[in-house]
Structures are given as C-alpha cells and as structure tokens.
C-alpha cells in the first residue's frame, strides 16, 4: 500500500506561482509513475501531468503545458508540481496518484493505483 498526502495548495493571484508536493509512505515511489489530476467545481477530474519512475520522462495535458513543471525526488519519495502562471481556470482540488501504468498512458483517473485526497488551488483573478 501507498498513502499519499498533497499539500502546498491555497488561495493565490492570477499569475503567481505555486509548488504542490505530494509525499508518499508505504512504498518507494521508485515503482511508480506518478500523476497529477485535478477536479474544477462542477466538472470531471482531468489528468494534469505524469513522470516516469525514474523522472526522465514528463507529460503534460495541454492546458498546462509551458506553465507547470512536475518532477519527483525518489529519495525523498515525494513528487511535486510548481505551477507558474497561474490562471483563474487552474482553480481546482488537485490530486496526485500513483500507478503501474506507463507515463505516457496514465492519464486516466480509473487507471490510477493509489491516490491522496487532494488539495484545493484557488486562484483569484
């Protein structure tokens, strides 16, 4: 089993920056691509950004692309994303998981292993 707690949310201006982490306990993530989703109000939770087991590979939903930054420190078993340029749009819970899939292919919330209970980003305009 792998527990995941996401922190470093909050309520921030549009165009400012903000790093989530997302510790792990259990289990090395080193087995693990890890992900990030997020869930605006009133809408479906949507795949964000994904990282290989070993961080040489990144993925990014196109909405972040350019803006968002995620990496992961194995050692630390902690994954992160650093969010600049925020918009009002990024208003959302974010979540991080963690999954058996391939990166490129984990952009799917049903395919997703394990999961924290997210942390809510607002972002005012």
């Known amino acids: 089993q792998v527990q995941l707690v996401e922190s470093g949310g909050g309520l921030v201006q549009a165009g400012t920056s903000l790093r989530l982490s997302c510790a792990a306990t259990g289990r090395p993530i080193s087995s693990y691509a890890m992900v990030w989703f997020r869930q605006a109000p009133g809408k479906e939770r949507d795949f964000v950004s994904s990282i290989s087991w070993s961080g040489a590979h990144t993925y990014y939903a196109d909405s972040v692309k350019g803006r968002f930054t995620i990496s992961r420190d194995n050692a630390k078993n902690t994954v992160y994303l650093q969010m600049d340029g925020l918009k009002p749009e990024d208003t959302a819970v974010y979540y991080c998981?963690?999954?058996?899939?391939?990166?490129?292919?984990?952009?799917?919330?049903?395919?997703?292993?394990?999961w924290g209970n997210g942390t809510l980003i607002t972002v005012s305009a």
């Open positions: 998981a963690a999954t058996y899939a391939h990166p490129a292919a984990a952009n799917k919330w049903a395919d997703m292993d394990y």
